[in-house]
């Protein structure tokens, strides 16, 4: 009996063993660490970044490692320390399972039940001021993220750790961060948000580590289970088919994170489900695309609320090349961007990638940047983004033309927006986003109440608003019930690009059209020819500002500084933040400003019909704790119902101050002519120093293959489809 | 009698070819260009900086170079053409040398032809607005710089003109520029000052290239020949023993050309001169001086008129750098900066530093920058300017302490003005000087009129400003005659290093005393204390700004923000250009500010005994060309006869947006206590977090070897000499 006793003890404890799968198999599979150890004996690259993590983690072992109360917003003590927390966690379970030595897994150990012992004595956060609360920090997406890396903390020590040892740390540390989350947050933990994602990979990672199903079918399907949201929801409907994520890059860039941890937890624990080729690689096309939405410093674009110092080097992106070169291999284009994160991580894919980097010297250090036009939203609206780019390297310039989605909580009131980059430098720039991360004293490092008020309104972009008022009234409610809509564009001669989209919700009575033509010369010269209709049975106010960046040099025309008092553009939707520094009232001419941003010179030459009055602004009034940038626009205002509005901007000259030397410049714009403007179509010439550029460009019927004419006593054009562009030497 | 006569002229001949020395021997000596060929072959970096100057010639070879009548200021078509076409005659001249093609010497007199025939037909540039006018450029500076580098390209080609075209290019392209100086500027060309240094080299450089010893008389002596001017006295009297420039860095990097230049020139020509040996090898002093007034990136401290842009890869510096290693040898430093520079010149120096650069692996990339006191005055004065330094590499951090002569008509009116660069960057700022050099449509590249108006003036600076009036009235020709006096200065101790200078001039009845002390703490913690005393037998309103550069964080009192209405905070001087954009009042207190500026924080801890205004202003206002830059400063005003400034400006902390951390983001100054404060001595107190720090200094003796004591209730310090700094742990 007894022998039969302990037979069937036998066979139950190997049922649990059968059913219990090898540890780790979150961030690394057991099988995959014996190589990671000998390759970071051969590659240098993998080897510092081995170094970096265990000197960081070495400072800590042995001793006694804080896990605080929580008390601080962020940038404070108890939020920093719980951040640093987790990481070193994460690396020390690494450590772990690389040098096999056992204080990793008990520092990690520790920590955890120190958390086991906190975490079920927790509420909300005492700084908690969003709808969504934190226990250990102030919002529950951090939380999310302490879930993810604590999960695949304790994956990595799993098999350090005894049978009671883990039902303390699963019980205490885990278990009221997932209940949180899913009882009494459901509704967050259900969206289809960057947050829920950090959320769901959250509460799916300790489902893998913990060996609980239920969690990771709530992670992957929904806290209903209904796949309406969840992970999988959140893979197919966050990006469209090319991978744009319609919150933008900047967010894309903290989202990728959990997208690619979690992926990668799952594929080790359930190969079947083959998430990474799931949705045509969806998680592959994202990395790519978010990567072309970076200017070449490797800063994001500020689509929608972003921070620009934010760019390819920060973790997020170094732990998704790494991730990416496993699952989908190595790629020319992120070998240059590893190499200048000059870090991988300690899995297989940081192991080829430092391989490649050793044996290699033909690694450009130019991500392979070119014209990408990404369509926005799940299932192929016409809402979308064009970045139309033209040279190469140091010298590339990048237009960005959204006319995208509202982009969710994020978004901007930018429908039809433009921004430029060129040399390096941001040309005609988005404000980006009002917030100090990581810094106490700015209102704890939260969006600061200028974000709305000014960041996200109309006027601090690059494009029209209509009687003072932002698109959708700045409800951005109401905003994300529309988008806007490509018309057509055309970038298969990287000489004559062109994209056109139109707007027709931001305002109740008023079509907003805007063709977009970067061209270069076959002199070389580069510019762009911006035509943007507002058609309107209603008479209106409009506004066109270029937010430049750059030395004012000059302007053809004259205007009236305010020398010795300002006063604020306007009252409300962000004009009360602008100083009104001068104004222009003009009539019938070409009006042009030229200013100077690094080595190169910049002109706008802007159509006057009949009269308008010309603004240079700046930033910075109404901004009593001095939150702002102070930076500088021009603003083109015309009244009407109908109007057109027809700028060039040329890229132009050289300025070299070391050796002072100025080249070319000044514009060679002498003349725009509107010679015809009506809903059929538009035709305008562009009279330069050294030829004409026609532009005919339909505004109604934009099929490809419609033949169009337009003649007069001097000019005679026939051309099939929505737009032609002529350049003729004088 | 044939024969005889034959005889006769080879005896003659010989005469004339005894008599005349070989050319070239201005830049390059004829023995030297065998080896330079060797070289240029063998060293990578003088192969690319030949090849640079042979790619930028042979666009011109066989060309017909424009030499077109001066029509346009700085930055126009005629200036810069004429400015590129000194360099290309130079640089064709090397060429024709170091190959020996023919090519490179006909493109060369060609283009002197033309000036030849050009030269004689000038008068008064068309462009010309200053009182020293030029001929083929709008100021007589640029023809000297002009005839230095026709000079030495004449020099270079001399062996391969005739007779016939030596008198043509002599008596046309020269003489009439030689005339124009001498006899219509004797002057301006007896000047000491840089324009001067140019015009010598010029005359003299001339005077080598054509054998006519009378221009090198005039050049060395002066147009009276008295010795009190010409470039002899210009080494003598434009620098101090130790090799500080009366005009600053700024321009000592303009003015290092000429003097180079022409000395090397002498040293060929007549070596018993040792020009390079005279005054204690001073042209190598004012090197090695003007090197160690750069910031860590390389640009030249902003001492008097500067423009920020120029650092030490411009020309003047890679020039002097390749003469200076012929003819004081190869040092580590210049290295550094040669292989930053990237380029050397074709010359035996170049050669020996493109040979160390091949051979070499452990050339620094930083510059050993050390703090460095200099003397400002030809005769030892006890003007000068301070460097206080700490750290190194990247964590360099520099305070310049000024108190030197006026500068001459570039100076500013900044008597004991500070300034702190650190982390690389530009922390409390000097405006530099208003100015876009080479820029056509800004004033044709010339001093702008906010030049003199706003950057000159005290209040542009850091350091006491009464009653709204600059120093000296705003007086340049005043100043000139006063130099501020150093009191003592004591930097043997790296931890603790300390400046005192006293103005007594500025303001007619006001004493000012500057103690500056830069401190490293135990922590490795550093900070300035900053202790500036004014004296007055009457009442005066006292601002010192701190014209800070960075993000504003936090002010520790109340301020009424001026949000929808902006003033300017004075009328002249300088305050006229200053908009007001928030005031404080405050009252025994200590007032702190904090900013933060790349990865650091600072913070200006201010002690307010009884009560003073506090105001936040920005550059900007009175600029109807939008030619100022817009920066903030705080400035902090009192009211009284005499008042003590104490000011804590602390370095601390770090903050990483990438990683989203800070740390250390507050100030550790708890409190400023003044114990003492008379004419005799003062005592201050500064309370730390972690620390209290005492600083007991004399206001009267600063003999080194007396005794001074203090005592009260609970203090006690007995000191030797003018200061004494305790740091105590709490």
Known sequence: ??????????????????????????????????????????????????????????????????????????????????????????????LYNITGEAKYATLVKNMLFKYAKLNPTLGKHPQATSATPGHLFWQALNDANWMVYAGMAYDLIYEACLPKEKKIIEDGAFKP??????????????LLHNHAVWACAGVGMIGIATNNQEYIDLALYGSK???????????????????????GPYYLRYAILPYMLFATALQHKDPTLNIFAHRDSIL?????????????????????????????????????????????????????IAKKQNRVMLNSGGAAIAKEIAARNDISPYF??????????????????SILRNGKNENLSSLIFKYTTHGMSHGHFDKLNINLFDDGNEILTDYGSARFIGIEQKWGGRYLPENVAYAAQTIAHNTLVADETSHFKGDGEVGEKYHSEKLFSDVSNPEIQVVAAKEVNAYKDIRMQRNEYMLELPSGKKLLIDVFHAFSANKHQYDLPFQFNGQFIKASFPYQPNTQNLETLG???????LWKEASAKVKDTLAQFTFL??????????????????????????????????????????????????????????????????????????????????????????????????????????????????????????????????????
């Open 225 to 247: 289970k209904d796949k309406k949201s969840g992970f999988i929801a959140q893979m197919d409907h966050l990006f469209s088919a090319d991978g744009y994520y319609t919150e």
């Open 368 to 385: 392979p940047y070119k014209t990408i036009e990404s369509v926005d939203g799940d299932s192929g609206t016409t809402a979308g983004v």
């Open 1 to 94: 009996m007894r022998s039969f006793v302990c037979l069937l003890c036998l066979l139950l404890m190997g049922l649990v063993l059968f059913a219990q799968p090898q540890h780790p198999l979150t961030f690394l599979k057991k099988n995959e660490v014996t190589q990671l150890r000998k390759n970071i004996a051969l590659y240098p690259l993998l080897n510092t970044s081995f170094q970096e993590v265990k000197n960081q983690v070495d400072k800590y072992v042995g001793k006694d490692v804080d896990v605080p109360f929580p008390k601080d917003a962020a940038g404070g003590y108890t939020h920093d320390k719980h951040k640093s927390n987790y990481t070193l966690m994460f690396n020390s379970g690494l």
């Open 571 to 577: 009252k409300a939707n962000g004009y009360q933040f």
């Open 597 to 730: 941003n690094g080595k190169s010179y910049y002109t706008i030459s802007s159509l006057i019909q009949d009269s308008a009055a010309i603004y240079f602004t700046r930033s910075g009034a109404n901004d009593p704790n001095f939150n702002l940038r102070h930076e500088p626009a021009l603003i083109i205002r015309k009244n009407g119902s109908n109007q057109t509005f027809v700028n060039v901007i040329e890229i132009h000259g050289k300025y070299d101050a070391v050796n002072e030397f100025s080249t070319d410049a000044y514009s060679s714009v002498k003349k725009i002519n509107i010679i015809r403007n009506d809903d059929k179509m538009t035709i305008v010439e562009v009279v330069m120093a050294a030829q004409k550029i026609w532009i005919a460009q339909t505004n109604e019927d934009f099929n490809p293959d419609n033949l169009h004419y337009f003649s007069n006593d001097t000019l005679k054009f026939q051309w099939k489809g929505p737009y032609q562009v002529n350049v003729h030497k004088e």
């Open 284 to 336: 592959h096309k994202a990395l790519i695309t978010c990567l072309q939405q970076t200017n070449t410093n490797g800063v994001f674009f500020p689509i929608n609320d972003a921070i620009k110092d934010k760019d390819y080097t920060t973790n997020e992106l170094v732990t998704a090349i790494s991730i990416s070169s496993t699952e989908y291999g190595i790629e020319d284009g992120l070998l240059t």
């Open 177 to 190: 961060e997932v209940d949180y989350f899913i009882k009494d947050m459901p509704v967050w933990f259900d």
